[in-house]
């Protein structure tokens, strides 16, 4: 995806990018939003949340976490990495080698581009 088009994202509430209709201001929508962004549709949904059939986007960052081409900590990413997803929980809430995370109530994901050290 390029800079640009997530740049079109900013300062929009996630009711301007949910089409089902889950935009409750009180849950975290963090994964929500990557997923519309990415395209990305399988376990737990948005759909799933308000009873809907249309295309959705997943809604939980455990289940975005394994679904990941390749995995590691901040100081293991390559320099030539231009994007990806950052997933942020205490590191004991994490097998990289597994690649499973916790269903902890603090976690987040989001998407990055380059490496700010």
């Not at 293991?76 to 997933?87: H, I, K, N, P």
């Not at 994490?94 to 050290?117: A, C, S, W």
Request: glycine letters at 10%; a positive charge.
């Amino acid at each position: 995806m390029p800079k640009v088009k997530l740049d079109g994202y900013l300062n929009k509430h996630i009711s301007e990018i949910c089409g089902v209709g889950y935009n409750k201001n009180s849950d975290n929508h963090c994964a929500h939003f990557v997923s519309h962004v990415l395209g990305l549709n399988f376990g737990y949904t948005c759909g799933m949340m308000v009873h809907s059939s249309q295309s959705s986007g997943s809604i939980r960052v455990q289940e975005i976490f394994p679904k990941c081409k390749q995995v590691g900590s901040w100081d293991t990413l390559s320099d030539s990495l231009e994007c990806g997803l950052v997933f942020i929980t205490r590191a004991s809430n994490v097998n990289i080698q597994d690649k499973t995370m916790l269903n902890v109530p603090r976690k987040h994901v989001g998407i990055f581009y380059g490496k700010e050290t």
